[in-house]
């Protein structure tokens, strides 16, 4: 496993980054809450597949964000559902949502925790699924520790899944993606200034400091595999949430791809792995 490198006041800037942000993206036309609130999910087609019925079963979120999946998965008819962030702004938020949705406590937990801290943190002793993405593990230098940190806390016969942004992404060139322009394997962190947000680019901001990791693909499903769990399959996918490159489409799905007639590559993956029962 690589060892990444960064500095050592890596979780204090991205939580400050974090908490600015969280109500830039409540507000936000991105995450427009108040679709969410009529439809109440926001899950993926790929995920919903991959993941399966979880009606009845128990789901813990690590990085939830303010909640919005993992409120859908209790929609979806998961008998318990608990979301972890290490953003109190972004918990406080999650659970007013979760409130204003008739979720009380028992069923629509929310807990404010760093990832690596889960086990300690969370109310429950074990999940039987532990979902986590989207734009989740690049902010995360050690992913040995992530992943044993996850083993730790699914049931026996239950699994992890893992849907993410391809890290091939981070090493293209960001208008054509074409161009291979940064190294795969780079083990120093990203440590940048960028004002705004993915949600409002041109929105005022303060904290605007940023450290994340580029995990080769290889490095994720080690981690995964190390820490005990039975790889079920790794997929890639041709499209991606939001616009990466400028010359992606938007598809009648929402999603983005390279035009057709262009050579694809994967813009996406998704895993799953299941903890020996």
Same mark, same amino acid.
């Given at each position: ?29 991105y995450y427009d ?30 990085? !939830? ?23 109190? /702004? ?12 008739? &979720?009380? /406590? ?13 086990? @300690? ?26 992943? @044993? ?5 699914? *049931?026996?016969?239950?699994?992890? &899944? ?12 960001? *208008? ?5 322009? &940064?190294? &795969? ?9 960028? /004002? ?15 450290? @994340?990791?580029?995990?080769p693909l290889g ?20 499209? *991606? ?13 929402? !999603? ?7 050579p694809r590559v ?12």
């Amino acid at each position: 496993m690589r060892k990444q490198t960064g500095p050592d006041d890596w979780r204090e800037a991205n939580r400050a980054r974090w908490d600015e942000r969280v109500a830039i993206h409540t507000a936000s036309d991105y995450y427009d809450q108040s679709a969410f609130r009529r439809t109440r999910d926001v899950i993926r087609d790929f995920e919903a597949a991959e993941v399966g019925d979880v009606t009845g079963r128990s789901l813990l979120h690590l990085q !939830c964000h303010f909640g919005q999946d993992t409120l859908s998965w209790a929609h979806r008819g998961a008998a318990r559902v608990v979301g972890l962030d290490f953003s109190e /702004p972004a918990i406080e938020a999650a659970r007013d949502l979760a409130a204003e949705l008739g &979720y009380g /406590p028992d069923r629509a937990a929310f807990v404010a925790a760093d990832v690596y801290d889960a086990a @300690e943190a969370v109310p429950d002793t074990a999940y039987d699924i532990v979902y986590t993405g989207i734009g989740a593990v690049n902010w995360l230098p050690d992913l040995a520790a992530w992943a @044993e940190t996850a083993a730790s806390l699914i *049931t026996p016969g239950g699994f992890l &899944y893992l849907a993410e942004f391809h890290p091939l992404g981070d090493v293209l060139d960001e *208008t054509s993606g074409s161009q291979v322009t &940064y190294d &795969y394997f780079r083990r120093e962190a990203w440590d940048e200034e960028t /004002p705004g947000s993915y949600t409002d680019f041109g929105a005022e901001t303060v904290h605007n400091r940023s450290v @994340e990791w580029l995990h080769p693909l290889g490095d994720v499903v080690s981690a995964v595999a190390a820490a005990g769990l039975r790889i079920e399959f790794l997929h890639e996918h041709d499209m *991606t949430l939001f616009q990466r490159f400028g010359v992606l489409r938007r598809g009648e799905d929402g !999603c983005y791809r390279f035009p057709e007639g262009r050579p694809r590559v994967p813009l996406m993956y998704s895993l799953k792995a299941t903890k020996p029962a």
